[in-house]
């Protein structure tokens, strides 16, 4: 809003002291003396958790318990199993081999060898380890999927997962080898052999060595019993585990793209007409009315924009052709913030439910079904929906970026941010070329994540001797996902270094006062980026700001002391 219409004064962005204590990263050690006042989650309940609460546990914020209802299932879908071993019925990786090798019968007293050679032989994985948080949240998948008593495992694994979780461990899983057909075997074995005692483990920390791991949990290594290796590796856990926190992230940093987007129109004094949400009701579009909401709601209490009249004005000199008259509506970038934002949140909405159910899921082969007395051999663990949902979430996300970076480049471009300096650079401009890299840097960030734009869910090809002759790719879709979502981060880093020193140059010539979100997001920035008065390399910065970005409670740390800002925050 103008100074007229909201009588705010002139404002310049100070470093909050409050900030500079910020961590570079959430991922950071909970101490033993505060873990007792983590929430804990029940698993295993007909309360399934949320992405949310995954996202709290794989950063270990929260522990895991079994749900109450959970062991009697476990216990009673183990029995059957044993039952129809002593039978000597032909059960597929129980008695007989795996994949194709499925009509070699197998002696049921041979049944811990075959589960522990089936991790053995699966336990290829290549490139570097998935992250901390990653390994747990697969971790916690799996232990979801096991509690449901289907699976037909003992108490004693579900039991080392609760375990693992809440000493703040995760298994070294590579990250490359898995095609999401079988589930994901090969991530998901190296979880196995890691609980057998063979693979490598890690807190948030580093490496931890096997006999410190396990004194932790209190146990020993595990020791797989008839299908166990099996129920361990067969099923959608990675793939899950990863969207899981995908979807959480990519949540948030839409909201904060809403509030840079913001930020940019404040700038160039944007007509908040088209925010209004009259224009998201009309659409229709659950999406686009949610983002016309929160900036509504965000601008409420002042914002340096056009205000809002319901009629427009006057033509002035009407019945003559006059040029150079003032627009009565922007360009794209900040017009159409709720209708490009309003897409993307329909796209994570719908990422997040398949990845929401796709976690309560059983999702390994056979299912054992006690109450009916059935073992059906099936195809569960095909990883189809997230594969879809993974690469939907990708795009998404990117437009996210390209609207980021197209707000960047018009605030640098002296030709079109409507009196700043060249990118942004007011001390002896031309000697110093202010903000130009970090420009160039955006633009290059948005390249290569167009890069990952082709599919990944389509790219079956046939392996396993032609027995996974179609297979999903759904754990490389959801690595992709998480891989662009970084990327989006340090745009996202770029553009409020950028906005928050546009932002001050403006206060300096005399514009009123940005609405409190941007405010509060100048103060976050400049604890990390001070005023860009000479040039600097930047690179740590904006890596250092795109760390906070990613991380779990980043709105809430932004809009700490602003009730109004965070409820606005939290309506979607």
Known sequence: MTAS?????????ERSPLMTALP???????PASHQQSMPTYDVGADQVLSLTQIEAVAHHHARVALSACAPG?????????????????????????????????????????LQRKLVYHLASG?????????????????????SQGLSAVSRRVPDMLVAALNAGLAPVIPEKGTVGASGDLTPLSHMALTLMGEGGWRDVEGP?????????????????????????????????????????????????????????????????????P????????????????????????????????????????????????????????????????????????????????EVSAVTDNPLVFPEQSALIHAGNFFGQHVAFASDALTNAVIMIAVLLERQVARMTDVSQNQGLPAFLQGNQTGLNSGFMGAQVTATALVAEMRTHAAPASIQSIPTNANNQDVVTMGT??????????????????????????ALELRARSGRTKPAQISLAIGDYVRAVSPFLDEDRPLSAEI????????????????????????????QF
Not at 254 to 276: D, P, R, V, Y
Not at 478 to 493: P, T
């Open 543 to 570: 890596d250092s700001l795109a760390d906070r970005f990613a991380a779990p409670g980043i709105l809430k740390d932004i809009s700490q002391g602003l009730p109004s800002v965070q409820e606005a925050l939290s």
């Open 278 to 357: 009259l224009v998201g009701a009309a659409r229709g579009q659950p999406g686009q009315d949610a983002i016309h909401t929160l900036l509504w709601a965000l601008t409420s209490q002042g914002a340096a924009m056009t205000p809002f009249e319901p009629l427009p004005p006057l033509l002035d000199g009407a019945g003559d052709v006059r040029a150079d008259q003032a627009y009565p509506q922007d360009p794209y970038s900040i017009r159409c913030v709720p209708q490009l934002l309003g897409a993307c949140l329909d796209m994570i909405e719908t990422h997040d439910a398949i990845a929401a159910r």
């Open 73 to 113: 299932r476990i216990a009673t879908s183990a029995a059957f199993l044993g039952e129809l071993v002593s039978q000597e019925r032909c059960i597929y990786g129980v008695t007989t081999g795996y994949g194709p090798l499925a009509n070699t019968h197998i002696d049921p007293r041979s049944s811990d060898v």
């Open 5 to 13: 219409s909201r009588g705010l004064s002139l404002i310049v962005f």
């Open 476 to 501: 490389i879709a959801a690595r992709r996902a998480n891989a662009v979502l970084a990327d989006v981060s340090r745009v996202a880093a770029i553009h409020a270094m950028c906005a928050v020193q």
């Open 208 to 276: 931890v060595t096997n006999a410190d791991a396990f004194d932790r949990m209190g146990a020993a290594p595990l020791e797989l019993g008839p299908k166990e290796g099996l129920a361990l590796v067969n099923g959608t856990s990675a793939m899950t585990g990863i969207a899981a926190l995908n979807g959480a992230q990519a949540r948030r940093l839409l909201k904060l793209a809403c509030c840079l987007s913001l930020m940019n129109a404040e700038i160039f004094e944007g007509h908040l007409a088209a925010w209004h």
């Open 24 to 30: 570079a990263s959430s991922a950071r050690p909970v």
């Open 126 to 146: 290549v490139g570097a380890p998935l992250p901390w948080a990653q390994a747990r949240a697969i971790m916690l998948c799996r232990l979801q999927a096991l």
